[in-house]
C-alpha cells in the first residue's frame, strides 16, 4: 500500500441519485469510519473548526473515544464546515486513490444534503442565499439597499440580525444599479489586432457576485482581455449554485448546472474559452457539477473549456506572450489566494499572474480567510470566521502594503475586516481597498 499523497487526489462522483446515499444509518457509519481516521490522524487541527470540534467530541468521551460520541453531537462539526476542500487537497494523507478512501468534504456536503431533504420549515436566513433574485431586485435600488445593509446603520443591521440571523459585524456585498452584463452591452471594446494573443475568443461566465456587486472585476478583466486581442463576450445565465450546494440542495445546484452549460454550449462550440471571474464558480463549473452529473455531456464539455481569471491570463502570457507596458504598481502587494482557487488543483495563477507586473513582487498569502461564503456572516459563525482568519488578517497587517488583492471578493471584504478589528486601537493605516489580482493587471496596464 502507498501511503497518501504520494499520489496525486482522485475525487469520485456523487452517488445522490442512488438510494444508498440518502440512507442515514449508511451515513452514521461512514462519518463514523473517517471520523476515526481523522481522530487517530489529526492532520488537519488547524484548518477549519470542524476538526477542533471533532477533536474535542473525542478527547471528551475518555477510552470509549469515538464510540463515546453520539451521533447527534457530529451536527456541530458538519455545521463548522465551509466546504473549502482544503482538508482534502492540500492536507489529508487518506484521500483516493488510498485505499481509506477519505472525503471529508464531501461527507459533510451528503449530511447536510439529508438534512436538507428532511427539513419542511421555511428559514428567512436561506433567502439570503438566493443571489440572483436578490441581485435584480436591489440593482434598482442599490444606495437604499447599500444603506440598509451598511455595518454602520444601527437600526437595520441588528434587525436583519435578529430575524435572519446575519452578525451585524458582518461586511454584506454592495448592489450596483448597472450589472457587469449590462456594462458589457453598453460599453464594447475594441480588441487588439496586433497583440500576439490576437484570435482568442472567451466568453466571460459573470458570476453572481461580479454580476450585481462588483461589477469592477469584470470590467478590468475585459479591458485586459481585449488590450490582450482576446475578443471577449459577457455571458450570465445563471448562479453557479455554490451558496445552494453549501446547503445541501443538490437538485437546485443540478438544475444550475444543466441550465448553464446549456447556455455556454453555443460558444464552446463555436471556439470559445469559458473564464470564470471568480473561483468559487470556476470550482464548480470545472470539479463539481461533474461529479455531481458526470454523464452530461454539456456539463463536461464546459469543465474542459472553463478556465479561472488568473489562469487564463498566465495561460496567455506562457503560449502567445502579454502586451508589453505593464508598469510596477507603488507600494507593496499583498495577494492572498483563496481557498477555491487552490481546490482547483491548478497552481498558485494569481500570485504567477502578478509576478508578470514588472518591480512588483507580490507577498503572498496561502491560508484560507476564513469566511466561508454565506456561512461567515450568520451570528453563530462570525466570531469563528474571523478566528480562522486572524492568521492571514495578521500577515496582510504586518506587511503594510498599499495593494490588497485576493481573488475572492468575499474573503477579501472578511480579511480587511480581521485586519480593522487587529488595528482599531492602533491608528495604523489602512491598506487601499481590496481588489481582484486582474484589477491590479488592468491598473498596471493603464486601463483603469
Known sequence: MREGSLDAPVRHPLNWTQPEFWDEAALDAEMRRVFDICHGCRRCFNLCDSFPRLFDLVDAAGDAELAGVVSADFKPVVDACTLCDMCFMSKCPYVPPHPFDVDFPH???????????KEKSFKLSDQLIETDRNGKLAAPVAPIANWAMSTENKTTRPLLEKIAGVDR??????????TLVAQ?????LPVNT???????????????????????IGDAARRVLAHNG???QVVYPRCCGMPH????DLDRVANHAREVAASLKPYIEQGHDVVAL????????????????PDDPDVKALAQATFDASEYIVDIAKHEGLVDGLSALDGGVVVHLACHARAQNMGAKAADMLRLIPGTPPKVIERCSGHGGS???????FDVALKVGRPVARQVAEAEPSHVASECPLAAAHIMQGVEFLQKDKNATQPNSPVHPIELVARAYGLV
Open 107 to 117: 461527507l459533510m456536503l451528503r449530511y447536510r444534503a439529508i438534512e436538507f431533504r
Open 169 to 178: 459585524r458582518a461586511a454584506l456585498p454592495k448592489f450596483h444599479q448597472q
Open 184 to 188: 458589457a452591452k453598453k460599453n464594447p
Open 194 to 216: 496586433k497583440a500576439p494573443a490576437f484570435g482568442r475568443k472567451v466568453v466571460l461566465y459573470a458570476t453572481c457576485i461580479a454580476n450585481y456587486n462588483n461589477p469592477a
Open 230 to 232: 482576446v475578443d471577449c
Open 245 to 248: 450546494l453549501e446547503r445541501g
Open 278 to 293: 471568480v473561483p468559487s464558480c470556476a470550482l464548480m463549473l470545472k470539479f463539481e457539477w461533474p461529479l455531481l452529473l
Open 375 to 381: 456561512w461567515g456572516i450568520m451570528k453563530q459563525n
